[in-house]
């Protein structure tokens, strides 16, 4: 029975509906900063059993609803106030509309009868929210919040998933309506499956099946449909060499034997036949394009999109559906027709080769002892002491760039990253969503965020958001003064007599040597800035063995070490 529907006479607030509507369709939390006119919301969500988490910026809280989206397949909820709240928020529908994921965000907005008059925070907030969502809409009554807020939850995760903007009206959050007047409506069902035609299942096999040099790519499209399994049995099966996308890391664990992500550059230039799993053909993969791909590279497309079909690049088969459940017809389709790619062929000598020589690149980067420590030192001692099975949020330039290469993820959708978008500032919303969810579902998995200092900076004060709801999260800032790199105290000093600092300091420099543990500890959770490789374990050591507190561990690296050097940019530019 639709709540309120034996209670013919009795009232409700909008803000009792929103959440009730909320509750009816799965939405288990929320994030936000409260205000004129959505404070009655956040309490009345509380009431009915949704976990509110308030934040310091509306970005960050952005972020952390979206990630729960990610995490779960439900959309998380970000609570905004009207006009410069909704406009703080709109870097995190962006950035899930990007990235593939689902949002619902409740944005407070202007009481009607003051439209037009220059009411306070007034902004046309559903025209805004159009460029960046799949839906933005604004309830005629608060008898219609519930069907409004179903809609709303639908959009956001069938199809591809994205983010949707719901504007209420100042003057409904406390309106009183009859219930039986409500059109109360039940819980929207998970997302339809969809299968891709047999004939294009048999045609991409048939390609695969006489590939000379085959490529499977994971994309976080194929983590997001929880694909794993059947994945990993497509790999096994047919012995095929995969490459992840970065939040892909884990689909199928980075130790498996036909992981070719440390020849990555090699794999993707002389693949003959490229299976993409959820992965589409953009800035991270080049967009397929020579001198990064083949000339005649035939590409097998999966997306649940059928508007990706055919960007950039015209495929040779073309599969619309859902990853996992197109992936289980692939399998049945070598079931039926067996192909096993051989294990001793000339292409994978020449991967496995690649890979061994990248791996001993990097592993003599990790073990040298001068100080301060350069990036991949510090990440050898951070893979080293970290929880195999954390889930790991990494953000930064060269911080997030090494750290994929240098941090192994052993299971699905535990990499959150910059994404799609390149968004710097998602690092904290990103690991408190993370910590919010593990609470609930996996109690004992620790959440790690290693940051750059630089990209720290965006989000820095949700450090008391992690101390006040008491998450333990181990945050780790790879601090090299600066973004992309800094300078040392003593060219910090020489470039100041240089004259005014706004004219003298390099812009891509920081303060050197800043004590950001001190924010932690400032809080109640544990600090500590470390120098040396001795230093660092024993940071680490103490923080993973305190599973209670949350820790914020400051590492001093050079403030010149850089990435090894790659054989082709990370950023593919045009050429005219």
């Known amino acids: 029975m639709a709540p309120g529907s034996d209670a013919e006479g009795e009232a409700v607030s909008g803000a009792q509906l929103i959440a009730e509507s909320l509750k009816a369709q799965d939405i288990k939390y929320m ?15 509380q009431a009915i059993g949704i976990k509110y988490v308030g934040m310091r910026n509306e970005q960050a809280a952005c972020y952390a609803a979206s990630a729960v989206g990610y995490l779960t397949g439900r959309p998380g909820v970000c609570l905004v106030v009207s ?14 509309t990007v990235n593939c994921w689902p949002l619902i965000v409740i944005g407070g907005s202007s009481d009607r009868n003051q439209e037009t008059m220059g009411a306070f925070q007034e902004f046309p907030q559903v025209e805004a929210g159009r460029l960046y969502n799949k839906l933005s809409v604004r309830p005629s009554s608060p008898e219609v919040i519930p069907a409004v807020i179903e809609k709303a939850v639908r959009t ?83 012995g095929l060499p995969f490459l992840p996308t970065p939040m892909a890391k884990g689909v199928v664990p980075d130790n498996h034997l036909n992981c070719v992500a440390a020849a990555r550059s090699m794999a993707l230039q002389h693949a003959d036949v490229i299976i993409l799993l959820g992965a589409r053909l ?46 289980k017809q692939l399998l049945e389709e070598f079931n039926e027709r067996p192909f096993k790619y051989p294990s001793d062929s000339e292409w994978w000598k020449r991967l496995r080769e690649k890979i061994k020589n990248n791996e001993e690149r990097s592993k003599e980067l990790a073990l040298q002892k001068s100080l301060p420590m350069n990036y991949y030192t510090a990440f050898h001692h951070i893979r080293e002491l970290i929880p195999k099975d954390c889930i790991l949020v990494n953000e930064g330039a060269n911080t997030m760039d090494i750290g994929r290469t240098m941090l192994p ?168």
């Not at 994030?31 to 969500?45: H, Q, S």
């Not at 006009?83 to 899930?96: D, Q």
């Open 31 to 45: 994030f936000g900063i409260v205000g004129i006119p959505v404070t009655e919301i956040a309490i009345a969500a």
């Open 83 to 96: 006009g410069p709240g909704f406009l703080h928020a709109l870097g995190g529908m962006a950035n899930a």
């Open 156 to 238: 956001s995760i069938y199809g591809r998933p994205g983010s949707c903007y719901i504007d209420i009206p100042g003057d409904f959050v406390n309106l009183q309506v009859n219930k039986s007047s409500v059109k109360y409506v039940e819980c929207c069902p998970p997302p339809p499956i969809s299968m891709a035609e047999r004939s294009a299942v048999s045609e991409a096999a048939f390609i695969i099946a006489r590939s000379k040099q085959p490529l499977l790519i994971i994309g976080k499209g194929a983590a997001y449909s929880h694909a794993e399994n059947n994945i990993r049995k497509l790999v096994d099966l047919c």
């Open 282 to 327: 953009n800035w991270i993969l080049h967009f397929g394009l020579p001198p990064r791909f083949r000339q005649d590279v035939k590409f097998i497309q999966i997306d649940i999109c059928a508007e990706e079909l055919g960007n950039n690049v015209r495929p040779a088969a073309t599969l619309l559906g859902d990853i996992n459940a197109v992936t």
């Open 409 to 576: 993820n052993y299971y699905p959708r535990q990499r959150l990253d910059a994404g799609t978008f390149g968004t710097m500032g998602v690092g904290l919303g990103f690991a408190i969503a993370a910590a919010m969810v593990a609470k609930d579902q996996t109690p004992e998995k620790r959440v790690v965020c290693i940051e750059g200092d630089s990209a720290f900076g965006f989000s820095g004060m949700e450090v008391e958001t992690i101390c006040r709801y008491n998450l333990p999260i181990l945050i780790i800032i790879v601090n090299n003064n600066g973004i992309y790199s800094g300078l040392d105290a003593d060219a910090w000093k020489e470039v100041l007599k240089s004259g005014d600092a706004a004219t003298c300091v390099p812009p891509v420099s920081l303060l050197p040597n800043s004590h950001y543990e001190k924010m932690m500890s400032s809080f109640g959770g544990k600090g500590y800035f470390v120098k040396t490789p001795e230093e660092l374990q024993n940071a680490l050591k103490a923080s993973v063995t305190d599973k209670q507190t949350p820790s914020l561990i400051n590492v001093m690296i050079d403030p010149h070490s850089e990435r090894k050097k790659q054989e082709f940019p990370w950023l593919t530019r045009s050429s005219l």
